[in-house]
């Protein structure tokens, strides 16, 4: 781009920064929370007032590069892409995603891109990664539509102890009457952050629930993760409760689980359905998904990538612990989802489900349609289908069928 036009684009981008906290400051924002995701999968934060939008739109927030090597316990480690104290990045805020946060009054919220000082992006900007893929799979015409599940356990409990928040049974009724106008804010919330909401139910393990949005472009999808994470715990903390999105909160227990669904168009045609692939799928699809199934066991490294991802990464808990995939198929960590009979165009997609929410969305959204468009590249076909619990299988049907088990630890 012609360095006028770059500079007329920012300050026209400046002028929408200046119009939008007009309109904060008047609806009674007190500040903007510019979050992204690091290397640890944790949400970091600068925030800002409404008078240093404009500010922040045009030249960036400062935030040191060391937090590229932030460890979860908020240690720190170096590598060679980033080792000192030294140095300053700059966090842009896109203001497309702009919102009032609804269970935190006075706040707003920002997804940020992270950027050098020259204006470059950072290369170890997640959401630039993720931004960077779907400019891949632009390359060959194509577009995903994503959406993470979230899953979560809300606790009663003082610090880290886990005391339910209902003894109701999994997916019980009875949960939902125990729990209604906690659920019913969490809603509430959701959808007045624009995060439409398509389905909220009581989950399995004890106390926990899942909220399914609708679909987003990738990048939109793993912010609507980070936001949608941040709201079920601020609902909480009105409540008093603690929420946990962690693998496994109570080891040998079902976990959480942050499965991504995933649909590739070519315009506005599905390409999971009207082919001549398998359940309907094109060979661009299948091909597809091939290739993340090919992934899988490095795709963990970004979408199981703590030590507890692999407390819930177990068989028979519906986590998706085998390198297999299967129409319906709920232990199989590619789930073919069709949709009902006759209304595939718009519902076909692919679940991957053995990812959870210690996982940057980001890196998980372009680590898969990476894998994807690579499948693409090499032409691939889908292994058979497994059709039963792989569980169930011995080690020769399972090699018949091109099934293994997903990797069991994080080593
Ligand atoms: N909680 C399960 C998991 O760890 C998933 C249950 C479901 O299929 O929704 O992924
Ligand atoms: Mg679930």
Request: glycine share 10%; aromatic share 6%.
């Amino acid at each position: 781009m012609p360095k006028a036009d770059g500079a007329k684009r920012a300050s026209a981008y400046g002028e929408q920064a200046g119009a939008l906290a007009k309109g904060l400051a008047e609806c009674g924002i007190d500040a903007i929370a510019l979050n992204y995701v690091d290397n640890s999968g944790i949400t970091r934060v600068k925030a800002v007032p409404p008078a240093r939008l404009e500010a922040a739109a045009t030249r960036g927030v400062g935030m040191s590069p060391v937090f590229d090597v932030l460890l979860v316990d908020d240690s720190i480690t170096a590598t060679e892409a980033a080792t000192a104290p030294v140095g300053d990045l700059r966090l842009h805020p896109d203001l497309a995603r702009l919102v009032n946060l609804a269970a935190q009054p006075g706040w707003a919220w920002a997804p940020v891109d992270r950027r050098a000082r020259s204006g470059e992006p950072h290369p170890l900007c997640h959401r630039n990664f993720a931004s960077r893929m779907v400019a891949r799979a632009a390359e060959r015409n194509l577009s995903a539509a994503m959406a993470f599940e979230i899953e979560w356990v809300v606790s009663s409990g003082a610090g880290d102890d886990f005391t339910p928040v209902t003894l109701g049974p999994a997916y019980g009724m009875t949960r939902l009457v125990d729990c209604a106008d906690y659920l019913r804010e969490v809603v509430r919330a959701f959808e007045a952050e624009g995060l439409g909401v398509e389905q909220v139910h009581p989950e399995y393990a004890a106390s926990q629930f899942e909220i399914s949005v609708k679909h987003n472009d990738p990048v939109g999808a793993a912010d609507d993760s980070v936001l949608g994470r941040e709201t079920v715990r601020a609902v909480g903390l009105t409540h008093g409760w603690r929420t946990s999105f962690a693998p496994s909160v109570v080891a040998g227990q079902v976990g959480n689980g942050g499965h991504v669904h995933v649909s590739l168009r070519r315009g506005d045609c599905n390409l999971f359905a009207g082919g001549d692939g398998p359940y309907g799928v094109t060979a661009e699809a299948e091909a597809f998904m091939a290739g993340v199934l090919r992934e899988l066991p490095a795709l963990l490294a970004l979408g199981a990538p703590s030590v507890g991802s692999y407390l819930r990464l177990v068989p028979q808990h519906w986590a998706g612990a085998y390198q297999a995939w299967g129409l319906e198929n709920r232990e199989a960590a590619l789930r073919l989802v069709t949709g009902t009979a006759g209304h595939e165009p718009g519902s076909a997609n692919l679940e991957v489900k053995c990812f959870d929410l210690s996982a940057s969305p980001y890196l998980v959204v372009g680590g898969v349609l990476a894998a994807g468009l690579a499948g693409l590249e090499d032409k691939l076909q889908l292994p058979p289908e497994v059709t039963v619990d792989p569980a169930t299988l011995t080690k020769r049907q399972l090699s018949v069928a091109g099934a293994r088990r997903l990797p069991a630890s994080l080593d």
